[in-house]
């Protein structure tokens, strides 16, 4: 399922998102306004409504020696926050 456009399902899925993301051992940083429902059950994970609120943010707290999966639906083009990584 595209997660971009879950449709009816959309809260559904976004909750189960959270559920599997939440720390530890390392929390998430969830963007975009359809993850609020992931951030409610995946707490403390970061939540971001746009891209440029998340870039700012790993602007000033600089991801060091982690592994890191950036996941996103195609429609958020999540690949350019990979140089702030």
Do not use: C, Y
Request: hydrophobic content about 45%; proline content about 11%; aromatic content about 4%.
């Amino acid at each position: 399922m595209n997660m971009f456009e879950p449709g009816d399902n959309s809260p559904a899925e976004h909750r189960r998102v959270g559920k599997l993301v939440q720390g530890p051992p390392q929390p998430a940083v969830l963007i975009g306004p359809k993850m609020a429902a992931a951030a409610a059950v995946a707490r403390p994970a970061p939540h971001f409504a746009t891209k440029a609120e998340a870039a700012e943010w790993l602007r000033q707290h600089p991801v060091l020696n982690r592994q890191v999966l950036v996941k996103g639906s195609r429609g958020m083009a999540l690949e350019t926050l990979v140089e702030l990584l």
